[in-house]
Nanobody, 125 residues
């Protein structure tokens, strides 16, 4: 069973930065594609970014491309999301998750399993 624990959220002014971390348990972490999603109040869960097992390939939502960077450290079983130039519309609970065994990157929540509890990111204007 994989367990995911997110951290690093908080309150930041528009234009600021935050770095989210996701610590994963389980011996299969280093072989799994990992993703970040977010969910704002009254909105559906939204894809943010995904990274393949060795960090060699990534994919981003258009809304965060050029501002967010996903990375991973398999030696520490951790995935990161560096968020720069934050805007109020980035305010949401951010979740770390594991992609199911698929041939390509997925952007739908149903293609993922083992969700963390989430970390709140609030961007003030």
């Amino acid at each position: 069973q994989v367990q995911l624990v997110e951290s690093g959220g908080g309150l930041v002014q528009a234009g600021g930065s935050l770095r989210l971390s996701c610590a994963a348990s389980g011996r299969t972490f280093s072989s799994r594609t990992m993703g970040w999603f977010r969910q704002a109040p009254e909105n559906e869960r939204e894809f943010v970014a995904v990274i393949n097992w060795n960090g060699g390939s990534t994919y981003y939502a258009d809304s965060v491309k050029g501002r967010f960077t996903i990375s991973r450290d398999n030696a520490k079983n951790t995935v990161f999301l560096q968020m720069n130039s934050l805007q109020p519309e980035d305010t949401a609970v951010y979740y770390c998750t594991v992609q199911r065994a698929l041939q390509t990157f997925a952007t739908y929540p149903a293609r993922y399993e083992h969700w963390g509890q989430g970390t709140q990111v609030t961007v003030s204007s």
